[in-house]
């Protein structure tokens, strides 16, 4: 017997091959589908830790305004209560330098 192809076997073959690239193709397809949804999730998660970080930062910042405020506040130096009303008594008994 002779391996002489016919008709029939190159036509057999051709279908075949057009049928496996047509699942490689359905495959690479469904490939890219998948990354690209991948891609968009990983997107959103980026964005969400850019966002919480922004807002962790702007915390702590108003936390070490509110900090420093405490302190001036504690030490008598913050410039928003030092006005004078807040000034202190001359007349004062406890003021050794008082003007009488």
Excluded: C, W
């Amino acid at each position: 017997m002779s391996s002489q192809s016919t008709p029939q076997n190159i036509t057999d073959k051709v279908e075949e091959m057009a049928d496996q690239a047509q699942m490689k193709k359905d495959e690479t397809m469904s490939q890219t589908s998948m990354n690209s949804q991948s891609s968009d999730q990983n997107a959103s998660y980026t964005s969400q830790a850019s966002n919480l970080l922004q807002q962790t930062g702007e915390q702590m910042k108003n936390m070490a305004q509110g900090a420093a405020e405490a302190v001036k506040n504690t030490l008598g130096m913050n410039s928003a209560t030092n006005n004078a009303s807040n000034a202190p008594d001359t007349n004062h008994p406890s003021n050794p330098f008082s003007r009488d």
